[in-house]
């Protein structure tokens, strides 16, 4: 039995033991779906879930295929016309003479970036590396990124001088990586021309919606708060679907999205996708996960929708009471008597409503990754490994914190994880991460922490110095430029420091309640 194991069969015997004495309903079923994690936990570890992942994908892909949007005239019309308005509106406060025009590419232009993973056809994840090599795209995107680039100086110069601006590729390729305790989830490395594109679409898309008043930076925390509301009243309900984000239907684009838009997103899509084994797969759906504007596309979707179907049980026009709603990518929240018409509609769209996750009655609501019963927060901890101390240290946080939230004792998980550190264990204020240490008020004036190593790399080709520098991206090293790659493997040193002047201890309101901080502190002593 490995050490994950022991851990998970330590945090079951505590939870079994907590299940006999405490007898409360709510907490009942808090111990009880954190017990049911990890024992399906125990088949994460399977190498079998990444071949998995990619034949689901297939099927998703083959499926979306054969899929047609089930036309609802009412629902398409006033769908798209919702987004239209909205775009519109937006434009025109940037430029009184964009009247009625729904895609302004110039915010293309101003929004463009590289993406901070992988891109296909180039080497590195920075964007000083990215920005010293062609960038990567497919044919179709091709003008459109040398146009981008034509319209930086840095860029131009550095295109006429060895002209090399692009390199082609096919489209993207398929990775997979973990999703939770059961599966893994696909995801595309698109081409970084096409990338920057896309990111550039999504920021756009994110803005329009962020103008109607829903902010993709802040609306899984809405979310959060509408499910514990639902689960008090019965009155609002979630819906989660499966696989949405590849099943975005390119016909469902073409009847809601401007034409102009769902065009210019079928020009920077990758149209095909190499899987591991060396296989080419044509893309039936309009972007995969890691594609840059498919979270705020399946957002600005189920927006439309939701919105035309309030309009067709009498709501008002051009507007949305996200009071009653919420919407961040698949995860939505409505009113229960008009969720069963926004199911259907959604199923007519494409999507694949999953009837499992979405919580439609009961005292439970799960959305964003808040569970809540009957008010309740039961949402349970997930540790992904246990291999190096900074893990065991998130590990240890994770148990600290869901004991402090339900005023418990977990002594048999503690002690075990305890016995993975090599040494002291660091405690650190609660502000600190939760890879560095015991987060704690209890606090030396002088503690030790786990910081991240930062291997630099000196910049080799000092052409686009200026232009990342003024970026936020180069630090100067002696008589070098340097800058920080993200590395493959995230590694930790052991550092010195100190409480700031004013602070007696190490307690942070904006991290912990008063009442969770307490009741941490007076258990604490077990891992000392």
Not at 220 to 228: C, E, H, I, S, V
Not at 398 to 405: I, S
Not at 489 to 513: E, F, M, Q, W
Request: proline content about 5%; charged content about 25%; aromatic content about 10%.
């Amino acid at each position: 039995m490995d050490k994950f194991e022991r851990f998970s069969q330590s945090l079951i015997d505590d939870i079994e033991y907590s299940l006999a004495v405490r007898k409360d309903p709510e907490l009942q079923f808090t111990l009880q779906r954190l017990r049911e994690r990890f024992r399906k936990k125990f088949i994460s570890r399977d190498p079998a879930l990444a071949a998995k992942a990619i034949s689901s994908f297939k099927e998703v892909n083959a499926l979306a295929g054969t899929k047609a949007v089930v036309t609802d005239s009412f629902i398409v019309h006033n769908a798209r016309l919702f987004i239209e308005q909205a775009f519109e509106r937006y434009n025109k406060r940037f430029d009184e003479e964009l009247i009625q025009v729904p895609f302004d590419v110039s915010h293309i232009v101003s929004e463009w970036r590289f993406g901070p993973g992988a891109s296909n056809g180039v080497q590195g994840t920075h964007t000083a590396e990215k920005l010293c090599q062609p960038m990567s795209c497919t044919v179709a995107a091709e003008p459109l990124v040398r146009s981008l680039r034509q319209l930086n100086l840095y860029m131009r110069s550095n295109d006429a001088a060895t002209n090399k601006a692009t390199s082609l590729v096919s489209g993207s390729r398929l990775s997979t990586v973990p999703k939770n305790e059961e599966t893994n989830r696909t995801i595309a490395i698109e081409p970084s021309g096409n990338m920057a594109l896309q990111l550039a679409v999504g920021v756009y898309i994110e803005k329009v919606l962020r103008s109607i008043g829903l902010d993709i930076r802040s609306q899984q925390d809405r979310n959060k708060t509408l499910a514990r509301a639902g689960s008090i009243s019965g009155d609002l309900v979630t819906i989660d679907m499966k696989s949405a984000s590849d099943l975005i239907l390119i016909s469902l684009c073409r009847k809601l999205l401007p034409d102009q838009l769902s065009l210019f997103m079928l020009r920077i899509r990758s149209p095909q996708t190499e899987l591991p084994d060396g296989d080419l797969v044509k893309l039936n759906m309009m972007s995969t996960m890691g594609n840059g504007f498919t979270f705020p596309l399946m957002t600005l979707l189920f927006v439309a929708l939701l919105y035309a179907v309030r309009l067709r049980r009498g709501g008002p026009v051009n507007y949305i009471d996200w009071k009653t709603c919420g919407v961040f990518g698949d995860d939505i929240v409505c009113t229960k008597h008009e969720a069963s018409d926004l199911i259907k509609v959604i199923e007519d769209s494409g999507f694949l409503i999953n009837i499992e996750k979405s919580c439609l009655e009961g005292p439970f609501r799960e959305s964003c990754g808040g569970d809540y019963f009957n008010g309740y927060n039961v949402t349970p901890f997930y540790v992904k490994s246990l291999d190096s101390p900074s893990e065991v240290y998130v590990a240890i946080n994770q148990v600290l914190d869901y004991c402090g939230r339900h005023e418990l004792i977990f002594d048999r998980t503690l002690t075990f994880l305890k016995q993975l550190i090599p040494g002291p264990l660091h405690f650190v204020p609660e502000w600190y991460s939760d890879t560095s240490g015991v987060r704690t008020t209890q606090v030396e004036r002088r503690f030790k922490h786990l910081a991240v190593k930062q291997q630099g790399r000196v910049l080799r080709n000092e052409h686009y110095a200026m232009m990342l520098a003024v970026g936020g991206y180069l630090t100067p090293r002696g008589p070098h430029l340097v800058y920080i790659p993200r590395p493959f493997k995230t590694r930790y040193l052991v550092r010195k420091s100190r409480l700031p002047n004013g602070y007696l201890d190490g307690r942070c309101a904006l991290t912990r309640s008063t009442r969770v901080s307490n009741y941490i502190d007076s258990w604490v002593f077990l891992l000392r």
